[in-house]
């Protein structure tokens, strides 16, 4: 991979106006993350060969918009790195934040069915993303671990159904 960097100085991003720029493009943005990365992108930061690939597939989608009328399914993505780190840490996870992650992980399915769709027209995103993995079975197994409200469901585990007909046997003393 070719590993050159360009940097512009200070002096001559004011010229520019690239402070303004990143608010338009972060303003853009359907994603926590896009936002995220406008606000600090700064030209030179990514290497050539990285940046050329981000650029081709930005034309990519820019092509494919202009052509056909498709609804780009990122704006319903959480940001789930904070969890991924507090739960890597701790190894617990909240009945809230285990919803989370599965709106994370339908999110991501849409997103590769999304590519699946248009794969033909989308051949430098489509390898950009192919490490995108999907959870059907982690998913299949635990998803129904979840009531409609988002709560964990008795049967989640013998502890937990014990504990709530305490609680109901309890609450009706």
């Given amino acids: 991979m070719n590993q050159e960097h360009f940097r512009i100085s200070s002096s001559s991003l004011a010229a520019l106006e690239w402070p303004s720029l990143q608010i338009q493009l972060a303003a853009q943005a359907q994603t926590f993350v896009a936002k995220e990365k406008f606000t600090t992108l700064v030209p030179g930061d990514l290497e050539n060969d990285v940046a050329l690939d981000y650029a081709h597939v930005a034309c990519e989608i820019i092509k494919l918009k202009n052509t056909k009328n498709f609804f780009l399914p990122l704006a319903d993505v959480p940001d789930v790195r904070m969890l991924l780190k507090r739960i890597s840490r701790s190894g617990i996870i909240t009945v ?72 109901k046997e309890l609450h009706a003393k």
Wanted: proline share 1%; no cysteine.
């Fill in 96 to 167: 809230p934040e285990f919803a989370e992650f599965i709106q994370f992980h339908k999110a991501t399915q849409s997103l590769i069915f999304f590519l699946n769709k248009y794969s033909a027209d989308l051949t430098k995103a489509r390898g950009t993303l192919d490490g995108l993995e999907s959870l059907d079975a982690w998913i299949a197994k635990h998803f129904a671990l979840l009531d409609n409200r988002g709560d964990l469901v008795d049967w989640a585990s013998d502890d937990l159904s014990a504990l709530r007909h305490l609680e």
